[in-house]
């Protein structure tokens, strides 16, 4: 009925899940790039015509995701739509509500105006709530889904994600804070679904450290056993075997001492603690940085401890002769013009592998080593790098990332460096190409960087993974993750009516 004549072309697998979707709270499991919006956009053109005065909401994480989405929908529908955000004054936002049909907003914006009574859900025959994964703890999705479900005439939730969650937890918390009775999943392989997948071929290239590099590595190893001995020399892990100790080990001991400290319990040796296990998280990270990164971002890391530290914890480490050194010898190896493995085999992919009129996104998880990515691809022929970031302290505003995205799609830039803030939802039309820097431990975040590359062509991905480090791990962490992801839908998938008993997944939990 609103749907503009020849503009959507529906795919069997989305007729397929409409069907199923169009009066039930469902769950919608696809692989990404292959169309959530229009199923959406489907079940919101059945919802407004079934009842003629309802209104229909949509949420996305963020603003430049729901920007994306009030495009699409505008380009396919003829009906009056609406986009409010926390930028936008709560009496333009309350009129937004009473005039539009479809009203596309983040969830935190949506909580606000529920709260402040500026926004009434009555009307609303829709909630669609994209990236749906993040439906447990306290996010905004969660009260929203609640109070939408007690106060909606006629209510309905369509929850659309591409990886759902790992464990069963998880997709139980997810599906019963939804309402959710319904669950429609499909893989790349699904006869529906098949002939529109494009072909993305994996690589993964390990490599190994140099012997500059292994030295400062070793020397870091020494000097954080070194800290463990001095926790355990103030009673503190005195029984933990010193091969079982690492990073989460040391934040959990942390947040327990921290709890002491709160709890009045305030003495020397919970103080000590709280310092040492603060200096050896950091010692993790420069490990991290210096084994999987780069050299700059090790030495970058490094010169905020010794120039612009002012912790206590800063302090005793700039105070160290082996963070000294570790700076100096880290300095002098950049002078040098000597680096991380990565960087050159990034360089000889993009030359080897890449052409000018592509594109491609390189992953990575820190903002320094995007910079330091950044700087070395300037110097590469025909490539035209850009870095794309989330917001915060330094960061891109959403404006600047949307300009980003034009720019890319557009062809100013050729290669996006990013982190994890292009990983979730957004559509980047045309990714040829795709390199994660790193490994990551996450199922989610794997299956999403996937996502990114072959959504209209066939596509390469190449995985660097630095031999003895943490990359080795999470790339294992993140595969058994996805394996038991994929385990579990299959399992939902052939018992559906079990889950429709009750609205939960406490069958398979």
């Given at each position: 009925?609103?749907?503009?004549?020849?503009?959507?072309?529906?795919?069997?697998?989305?007729?397929?899940?409409?069907?199923?979707?169009?009066?039930?709270?469902?769950?919608?499991?696809?692989?990404?790039?292959?169309?959530?919006?229009?199923?959406?956009?489907?079940?919101?053109?059945?919802?407004?015509?079934?009842?003629?005065?309802?209104?229909?909401?949509?949420?996305?994480?963020?603003?430049?995701?729901?920007?994306?989405?009030?495009?699409?929908?505008?380009?396919?529908?003829?009906?009056?739509?609406?986009?409010?955000?926390?930028?936008?004054?709560?009496?333009e936002r309350k009129n937004v509500y009473e005039v539009s049909r479809i009203v596309f907003a983040t969830p935190q914006t949506i909580e606000n105006d529920l709260?402040?009574?500026?926004?009434?859900?009555?009307?609303?025959?829709?909630?669609?709530?994209?990236?749906?994964?993040?439906?447990?703890?306290?996010?905004?999705?969660?009260?929203?889904?609640?109070?939408?479900?007690?106060?909606?005439?006629?209510?309905?939730?369509?929850?659309?994600?591409?990886?759902?969650?790992?464990?069963?937890?998880?997709?139980?918390?997810?599906?019963?804070?939804?309402?959710?009775?319904?669950?429609?999943?499909?893989?790349?392989?699904d006869p529906d679904v098949a002939r529109y997948v494009k072909s993305k071929v994996v690589e993964e290239i390990r490599l190994k450290l140099t012997k500059e590099?292994?030295?400062?590595?070793?020397?870091?190893?020494?000097?954080?056993?070194?800290?463990?001995?001095?926790?355990?020399?103030?009673?503190?892990?005195?029984?933990?075997?010193?091969?079982?100790?690492?990073?989460?080990?040391?934040?959990?001991?942390?947040?327990?001492?921290?709890?002491?400290?709160?709890?009045?319990?305030?003495?020397?040796?919970?103080?000590?603690?709280?310092?040492?296990?603060?200096?050896?998280?950091?010692?993790?990270?420069?490990?991290?940085?210096?084994?999987?990164?780069?050299?700059?971002?090790?030495?970058?890391?490094?010169?905020?401890?010794?120039?612009?530290?002012?912790?206590?914890?800063?302090?005793?480490?700039?105070?160290?002769?082996?963070?000294?050194?570790?700076?100096?010898?880290?300095?002098?190896?950049?002078?040098?013009?000597?680096?991380?493995?990565?960087?050159?085999?990034?360089?000889?992919?993009?030359?080897?592998?890449?052409?000018?009129?592509?594109?491609?996104?390189?992953?990575?998880?820190?903002?320094?080593?995007?910079?330091?990515?950044?700087?070395?691809?300037?110097?590469?022929?025909?490539?035209?790098?850009?870095?794309?970031?989330?917001?915060?302290?330094?960061?891109?505003?959403?404006?600047?990332?949307?300009?980003?995205?034009?720019?890319?799609?557009?062809?100013?830039?050729?290669?996006?460096?990013?982190?994890?803030?292009?990983?979730?939802?957004?559509?980047?039309?045309?990714?040829?190409?795709?390199?994660?820097?790193?490994?990551?431990?996450?199922?989610?975040?794997?299956?999403?960087?996937?996502?990114?590359?072959?959504?209209?062509?066939?596509?390469?991905?190449?995985?660097?993974?630095?031999?003895?480090?943490?990359?080795?791990?999470?790339?294992?962490?993140?595969?058994?993750?996805?394996?038991?992801?994929?385990?579990?839908?299959?399992?939902?998938?052939?018992?559906?009516e079990t889950l429709k008993n009750d609205g939960t997944l406490n069958p398979f939990v």
């Amino acid at each position: 009925m609103f749907i503009r004549s020849g503009k959507l072309e529906e795919r069997e697998y989305q007729k397929n899940i409409f069907e199923s979707a169009k009066d039930v709270n469902t769950l919608v499991v696809i692989p990404t790039g292959l169309g959530k919006t229009v199923i959406s956009i489907m079940i919101a053109d059945y919802r407004l015509s079934r009842y003629s005065n309802s209104q229909v909401l949509f949420l996305a994480p963020t603003k430049p995701l729901i920007s994306q989405h009030y495009k699409t929908f505008y380009s396919i529908m003829d009906i009056p739509l609406g986009m409010v955000s926390g930028e936008v004054p709560a009496g333009e936002r309350k009129n937004v509500y009473e005039v539009s049909r479809i009203v596309f907003a983040t969830p935190q914006t949506i909580e606000n105006d529920l709260d402040k009574r500026i926004l009434n859900l009555s009307k609303f025959s829709l909630l669609v709530v994209d990236e749906a994964h993040h439906t447990i703890g306290n996010y905004s999705y969660v009260k929203i889904a609640k109070e939408y479900m007690a106060s909606a005439q006629h209510p309905l939730i369509i929850a659309l994600t591409a990886s759902p969650a790992s464990d069963r937890e998880k997709i139980s918390a997810i599906c019963q804070n939804l309402s959710i009775s319904n669950v429609e999943m499909r893989a790349e392989d699904d006869p529906d679904v098949a002939r529109y997948v494009k072909s993305k071929v994996v690589e993964e290239i390990r490599l190994k450290l140099t012997k500059e590099i292994e030295e400062i590595v070793v020397r870091l190893q020494l000097f954080t056993q070194e800290q463990i001995a001095a926790l355990q020399n103030i009673g503190l892990l005195k029984t933990a075997s010193l091969k079982k100790i690492n990073r989460v080990t040391i934040l959990m001991l942390q947040k327990s001492l921290q709890a002491r400290m709160l709890s009045g319990k305030r003495n020397f040796y919970t103080i000590r603690g709280i310092i040492i296990t603060s200096k050896l998280l950091k010692l993790y990270h420069a490990m991290l940085l210096i084994s999987t990164q780069s050299i700059g971002a090790f030495n970058r890391f490094l010169n905020k401890i010794l120039k612009e530290g002012t912790s206590k914890t800063d302090k005793e480490l700039a105070k160290s002769a082996e963070i000294q050194w570790m700076y100096k010898e880290s300095k002098r190896l950049l002078d040098a013009g000597l680096e991380h493995p990565k960087l050159a085999k990034l360089s000889r992919i993009l030359s080897e592998s890449f052409s000018p009129d592509q594109r491609a996104i390189i992953f990575t998880q820190y903002r320094d080593t995007v910079d330091v990515i950044c700087n070395m691809l300037k110097g590469v022929k025909d490539i035209r790098p850009v870095k794309f970031i989330g917001q915060g302290k330094g960061g891109l505003s959403q404006k600047e990332q949307v300009e980003i995205i034009r720019g890319f799609e557009e062809g100013v830039y050729n290669v996006l460096v990013s982190t994890s803030v292009s990983e979730e939802g957004i559509s980047i039309k045309g990714v040829d190409l795709a390199i994660f820097y790193e490994t990551i431990p996450s199922g989610i975040r794997s299956i999403q960087r996937r996502g990114r590359v072959g959504r209209f062509n066939a596509g390469k991905i190449f995985i660097l993974i630095t031999e003895g480090t943490n990359d080795e791990g999470y790339y294992w962490a993140a595969k058994h993750k996805e394996s038991r992801m994929k385990k579990l839908i299959k399992k939902i998938k052939s018992n559906p009516e079990t889950l429709k008993n009750d609205g939960t997944l406490n069958p398979f939990v």
